[in-house]
């Protein structure tokens, strides 16, 4: 299988299924010295674990991370990190009926078609569980990221038609509500939403958005490695993700490049923008202001819904899928959203290090000679 690894320098390889006996990731291109302990880890792995709230999939997973290598006494090592979480709730029998059809919705006739074979038990690769070696990998970026001085944000922007009004912003709210909404009042009318939706046996789709600030200006690629191109990649990477904006997104083309563009302007010797309709990134490279970044996430696809299909035989059938689902996928992934920014928020730093010879010069004539 291709496709499981991640980034240039800070890269990481994600392993492992849904009701496999353990899923995880390696990460090489950490540098060493970073101080790394398993809690650091699992603050973030408890963001996206399921079972947290009634609207959240019932799977009962302590999601406890094992770092298996790459930290001694406390410091990362510089040699590849391996992190591993054990699957303890599992109940691959719920699955069973489906691997003679396809679901709607689920990458089931997808993978059949690529591999001739599928992992039916919840999805196996193709499943949202994937994920949490990318945010296990992601907690250890995040944390580089801020001791460079760089923090990420990411929330609810809305669940179906219920959106927060940004003027009433308040990221404490963000954590104290199972929604993972900034307004507590769009909170409530989400939820209340949302249990209509559970109460017609179905399911509900949201966007989620991502600030990132103190991004110096600089970082990214003209071409083929633009920031925002690779941010773009890395949202589509996440399995729900159907569309991704950055800045004003599609907003900007009903308007005159007199409305869009960002005026610039001197502030305290430096330079600045009056507005931030580009959202942080002008021509592949950070502007130095706020990333605004957006994604949008589809309606859980397994719902308690009869649905039509189709068999491995070409019959035609009606279906009621079983098993414990999230009535929406949101609230659990922004987390995801945050670390696979971060990922690549990292590795495009890390690049950006060789752009200028004299910020290599820099670095080797002013290295400190290791004491022996």
């Excluded at 592949?284 to 491995?312: C, H, M, W």
Aim: proline share 4%; charged share 25%.
């Amino acid at each position: 299988m291709a496709g499981s690894t991640y980034g240039t320098i800070f890269k990481i390889t994600t392993w492992g299924e849904s009701h496999g006996k353990a899923l995880g990731v390696v990460i090489d291109g950490c540098p060493a010295g970073l101080p790394l302990q398993e809690e650091d880890i699992q603050f973030y792995l408890d963001r996206r674990r399921p079972g947290a709230s009634h609207i959240t999939t019932q799977r009962k997973e302590a999601d406890r991370v094992e770092i298996l290598s790459g930290v001694f006494e406390g410091k990362t090592t510089g040699t590849p990190i391996s992190l591993m979480i054990h699957n303890t709730s599992q109940i691959s029998g719920d699955y069973n009926e489906i691997a003679s059809y396809y679901r709607p919705g689920h990458a089931d006739y997808t993978f059949d078609q690529k591999y001739g074979f599928r992992d039916y038990r919840g999805g196996g690769r193709s499943s949202g569980r994937e994920t949490i070696g990318r945010v296990a990998a992601g907690a250890i970026a995040c944390k580089i990221l801020k001791l460079l001085g760089i923090t990420l944000c990411a929330y609810t922007r809305s669940i179906g038609p219920i959106e927060a009004d940004m003027s009433k912003f308040d990221r404490q709210v963000i954590a104290q509500t199972p929604t993972a909404m900034p307004d507590p009042h769009a909170a409530k009318a989400a939820l209340a939403y949302l249990e209509t939706t559970r109460q017609e046996n179905d399911s509900a789709g949201g966007c989620m958005e991502c600030l990132v600030e103190g991004l110096p200006a600089g970082i990214g690629e003209p071409v083929f490695e633009k920031l925002d191109a690779n941010l773009a990649k890395a949202m589509m990477s996440i399995g729900a993700v159907k569309a991704v904006e950055i800045g004003d997104g599609h907003r900007v083309a009903r308007r005159h490049g007199s409305e869009n563009n960002d005026a610039f302007r001197m502030e305290e010797g430096n330079v600045k923008k009056s507005t931030n309709h580009a959202g942080g990134i002008l021509g592949g490279i950070s502007d130095g202001d706020t990333i605004v970044l957006r994604a949008y996430v589809k309606p859980t696809p397994s719902i308690f819904r009869t649905q039509e299909t189709v068999n491995q035989s070409g019959q035609e059938i009606d279906i009621n899928i079983k098993g414990r689902h999230d009535p929406i996928i949101v609230p659990r992934a922004i987390v995801v959203m945050e670390c696979m920014t971060a990922l690549t928020i990292l590795d495009a730093m890390l690049i950006h290090m060789t752009a200028r010879l004299d910020f290599v010069m820099d670095f080797y004539t002013n290295r400190r000679t290791p004491s022996i």
